[in-house]
């Protein structure tokens, strides 16, 4: 029997197994990408910006008659609507209706919530809470304040905070539209609460701008509400006309995202 040279064996040995860990290496990167891709072709964010169509309102003077000595120095406005230099409307509600939404496990709510009696007004203005996540009524002033929270669904609270205090609170079920947050120690104070069972939720920032992450793609019903203004009925999206019913209106979310752009608000539509 005829043996093979040593130094013939080596070497196919050698590139056998370069050609098994080539191979090995494609299908490794080939099952990772089949794997991501379709992870980011299931979400999509969607983000637009508020705008107010027309000449800025000025902010009405709140009347100060209570606790002057504290909160008469914070030159209080009427907060019902925040329009900026810019035209820019702030604390404008969207939130995805659809029931049984699919919910991304990265988007889910982290932490607590937070009301701020600040300054004797609430901070924020308009806060979002999720179903089971708590929210936390703080109170950073140095006079007493209490937060009476009107919800429908869930049973009203109402927590007396004194100076450097806090109360936490939690919700079981969604609330269709926005609670209303008094202070009945300051009846000028007024701040609005949303409880919603998802994490699809979104209020406007002072530069008008806002954005709900990880929604999943394909079609979604957005609710679009306003403190002033309640269910927004008429809106121009990118230029274009929408009325929705009940300011309610469905849009479909690409892999990418979906950004509504600049949406206008016709000054008609607060009054």
């Known amino acids: 029997m005829s043996h093979m040279p040593a130094s013939r064996i080596a070497p196919d040995r050698r590139l056998r197994a370069r050609a098994l860990h080539h191979r090995g290496a494609s299908c490794a990167a080939l099952v990772a990408g089949m794997l991501t891709a379709p992870a980011f072709a299931e979400w999509g964010s969607i983000k637009g910006r508020f705008v107010f169509g027309g000449d800025a309102p000025a902010a009405g003077a709140l009347t100060v008659d209570k606790d002057v000595e504290v909160c008469g ?7 019902e609507l925040v329009v900026g230099p810019d035209k820019a409307i702030a604390n404008v509600v969207v939130y995805v209706r659809d029931k049984d939404v699919k919910v991304n496990p990265e988007v889910a709510a982290a932490g607590k919530a937070e009301l701020d009696n600040k300054g004797c007004r609430f901070e ?9 996540q708590e929210l936390v009524v703080k109170n950073s002033d140095t006079v007493g304040h209490n937060s009476n929270i009107a919800t429908v669904k869930n049973a009203p609270s109402n927590n007396l905070i ?5 109360a936490t609170v939690k919700f079981a079920s969604e609330e269709a539209i926005p609670a209303q947050v008094t202070c009945n120690i300051h ?13 699809y939720a979104a209020v406007s920032k002072p530069d008008g701008t806002f954005e709900i992450p990880g929604v999943p793609v394909g079609e979604v019903e957005l609710q679009f509400w306003h403190e002033k203004a309640g269910y ?29 752009g600049e949406i206008t608000l016709a000054p008609g539509v607060f009054k």
């Open 73 to 79: 120095k914070h030159k209080l406005v009427a907060e």
């Open 124 to 132: 924020p203005h308009v806060v979002f809470v999720q179903t089971g």
């Open 162 to 166: 004194p100076a450097g205090g806090e």
């Open 187 to 199: 009846p000028w104070m007024k701040a609005w609460l949303l409880v919603r069972p998802n994490p």
């Open 232 to 260: 927004l009925g008429e809106m121009k999206v990118g230029g274009k006309t929408e009325k929705p019913s009940r300011g309610r209106m469905k849009v479909k979310v690409p892999a990418g995202g979906l950004d509504l």
